[in-house]
């Protein structure tokens, strides 16, 4: 995977700070056996928890004798109960800082997060597990309910947000995006002509399928109290469809804090991204910032510091 670049400098005269970012990473489909009724068999519920003490008929699934990686595959199509589901540790400790993640891996950690390891008990007295935690893409889709289980999901109390209440709340900014723009500007093509030679552009695009360089450029102001010492902001690229097809998340590296007041510009090179992306729009949002006290402050989701430019 490409590094990306990142230059953090001062909008005042100052020297540019170059820093060096690395973007942020199932079970083959499995075909159930049929169940043995007319009906069919009700679906596996989020909450893993909700299975235990359930019947369950197990797909075609690797399991194992407990604490082992003896593999047995003789019990797909069976009749199982859920004896215990374990989550996994460390991704169920780490939910709250799962908001500054760009949103497909935040997808792909949350379901890894609802998944885990469940531990069978089948009509012959055979205990097996799952051999290690699973996403809850890879469970799911690999167990159905027994005939006449069913399970009651949890009553929400009165008054209690449902589903299609108000999302997160909107978070007021400490660094504000104020300036967003993508493309080849006077100054980077100024900065090209000064440090390549007349073939290196012509070398450069046919090493990159013709495509020229970009610059994806980000103008920041310190609205907060206090200094910064290093921020992240995520970029998501839209296609004209509205789909999100790339998000990379950039880390400053910046020598000087940048102090309240003070007005700061990013930028980075960009030309992968674009290519993937073709006309659209690019979305920059602040994903994490880290103070001068080394104080944090971290996306809650709303993506509330954030900033919309139209890639042509």
């Not at 004798?65 to 989550?87: D, E, H, Q, R």
């Amino acid at each position: 995977m490409k590094a990306s670049w990142v230059v953090v400098a001062l909008l005042a005269p100052s020297t540019p700070v170059y820093a060096q970012t690395v973007p942020a990473p199932v079970m083959p489909p499995v075909v159930m056996p049929p169940v043995p009724t007319d009906a069919a068999a009700p679906g596996i519920p989020d909450d893993l928890n909700l299975l235990a003490g359930k019947k369950v008929i197990v797909g075609r699934m690797p399991l194992c004798v407990p604490n082992t990686y003896s593999v047995n595959m003789t019990y797909g199509g069976k009749l199982a109960t859920v004896i215990s589901y374990a989550p996994n540790a460390v991704l169920a400790r780490s939910a709250a800082s799962l908001s500054r993640f760009p949103p497909n891996m935040r997808a792909t950690m949350d379901d890894a997060r609802h998944g885990g390891r469940l531990t069978f008990r089948f009509e012959d007295g055979t205990v097996l597990d799952t051999c290690g935690d699973l996403t809850l893409s890879q469970l799911a889709p690999n167990m159905q309910l027994a005939p006449g289980e069913t399970i009651a999901l949890p009553v929400m109390p009165s008054g209690a947000l449902t589903a299609t209440g108000p999302a997160t709340p909107p978070q007021q900014c400490p660094l504000t995006v104020v300036g967003l723009s993508s493309g080849l500007g006077f100054g980077h093509a100024l900065v090209d002509a000064l440090t390549s030679s007349e073939l290196e552009p012509q070398i450069d695009s046919a090493q990159n399928g013709g495509a020229g360089k970009n610059y994806l450029d980000v103008r920041l102001h310190n609205d907060g109290q206090k200094s910064i010492k290093a921020f992240e902001y995520t970029a998501v690229y839209r296609n004209s469809m509205g789909d999100e097809t790339t998000s990379p998340t950039y880390l400053s590296q910046n020598t000087q804090p940048i102090k309240p007041g003070a007005l700061y510009k990013a930028y980075a090179m960009d030309r992968v991204e674009r290519s993937q992306n073709g006309v659209g729009d690019v979305k920059v949002y602040i994903s994490r910032i880290r103070f001068d006290d080394d104080t944090m402050w971290e996306d809650n989701g709303s993506h509330s510091c954030f900033k919309t430019v139209t890639s042509k």
